[in-house]
């Protein structure tokens, strides 16, 4: 499956930035999608994830009621809407699939095969 991840910017802080994920060549349904993030210098750390099929979610904590992750089948996209954005979430946002991933990995990024190029977030104070 090919990703194309698009919609970062430049916001301030207490800003909303919606990331767009299209996934193309493969079947939609059947993987499980996440959102990273990276920073210089630092790891490459995981933000949200959706399961295939049931729809499930999960959050890093830094980032939980603030964002929010869903899919659209129809369209086969996959998206990360981003409310009261802080400096600290400035960072390149990746888009990943895998279609093997189980619920106790969503949030490890060993576990995604996919992976598109990033988008640029960045939030001034």
């Known amino acids: 499956v090919q990703l194309q991840a698009s919609g970062g910017g430049l916001v301030q802080a207490g800003g909303s930035l919606r990331l767009s994920c299209a996934a193309s060549?493969?079947?939609?349904?059947?993987?499980?999608f996440g959102w990273f993030r990276q920073s210089p210098g630092k790891e490459r750390e995981f933000v949200a994830a959706?399961?295939?099929?049931?729809?499930?979610?999960t959050y890093a904590n830094s980032v939980k009621g603030r964002f929010t992750i869903s899919k659209d089948n129809a369209k086969n996209t996959v998206d990360l809407q981003m409310n009261n954005l802080k400096p600290e979430d400035t960072a390149l946002y990746y888009c990943?699939?895998?279609?093997?991933?189980?619920?106790?990995?969503?949030?490890?990024?060993?576990?995604?095969?996919?992976w598109g190029r990033g988008t640029q977030v960045t939030v001034s104070s």
């Open positions: 959706i399961k295939r099929y049931g729809g499930s979610v």
């Open positions: 990943a699939a895998g279609s093997t991933i189980i619920t106790s990995t969503m949030a490890s990024k060993e576990a995604y095969h996919y």
């Open positions: 060549g493969g079947s939609f349904s059947t993987y499980t």
